[in-house]
């Protein structure tokens, strides 16, 4: 089962920051948090991820708690091809062979 | 770079038949996943493979099977196929176990009917 829990949809005003809550209350201290994001009949495009800090890349930025429980994934300026699925996603680093085990993922809508 | 290719995109076969996937994943990628998606169950994981070594398999019927080549590319296998198996079949490969991401294909959509 997925270690991870997702609002099932959320609304966005294009040109407006997308924020994408997620629940990780089990994440172990070797776990990392990953975002994909699915567009309509597309496969899964590797968004960010991040293990305690901050992080932030050309799509996204990634807010993690302190106490690592919870996190946060900005699309700063949401336009119409945002519209996904995103799925968050915690898992070890070094678990090479590991599979990622998706949820159900948060259906962003973002309009104009 | 070119990323990561499936083929056939769509295919339509009869239940009972068998049917042969492919993934031809990022030059210089090792590893590589494949995952099933329905509308019911979501994404789930079927194996990966590492150097033509098989590392994990997910919990589907011994109908699913696959396997690496030495340049990487993968196949999967599904035979007696029934109704159910309809469904979009992704291949994800990666450089380092995913460690810093996993690329997926665009995926090949088989019917069952």
């Known amino acids: 089962d997925a270690k991870t829990t997702q609002p099932t949809s959320m609304d966005c005003a294009e040109g407006r920051a997308a924020n994408l809550p997620c629940n990780h209350s089990t994440i172990s201290g070797n776990e990392y948090v990953y975002w994909y994001r699915q567009i309509h009949s597309q496969g899964p495009q590797y968004i960010i991820h991040?293990?305690?800090n901050n992080e932030t890349n050309e799509m996204a930025s990634l807010i993690i708690t302190e106490d690592r429980k919870s996190s946060t994934l900005i699309l700063p300026h949401a336009t119409l091809r945002d519209t996904a699925v995103y799925y968050c996603?915690?898992?070890?680093?070094?678990?090479?062979?590991?599979?990622?085990?998706f949820g159900k993922g948060t259906t962003l809508s973002v309009s104009s | 770079k070119a990323g990561v290719t499936q083929t056939p995109r769509y295919l339509i076969k009869t239940r009972g038949q068998q049917v042969t996937l492919s993934c031809s994943p990022i030059?210089?990628?090792?590893?590589v996943s494949w995952y099933q998606q329905t509308p019911g169950q979501g994404l789930q994981f079927l194996f990966e493979?590492?150097?033509?070594?098989?590392?994990n398999k997910g919990n589907f019927p011994g109908r699913f099977s696959g396997r690496q080549f030495s340049n990487s590319r993968s196949e999967m296998n599904v035979s007696t196929l029934e109704l159910g198996d309809s469904a979009l079949y992704l291949c994800?490969?990666?450089?380092?176990?995913?460690?810093?991401?996993?690329?997926f294909g665009s995926g090949t959509r088989l019917t069952v009917v």
């Open positions: 991040g293990l305690k």
């Open positions: 030059s210089g990628h090792r590893s």
């Open positions: 996603i915690v898992r070890g680093i070094n678990q090479a062979g590991t599979a990622l085990i």
């Open positions: 493979y590492f150097s033509e070594t098989q590392r």
């Open positions: 994800a490969s990666s450089l380092a176990g995913g460690t810093y991401g996993y690329t």
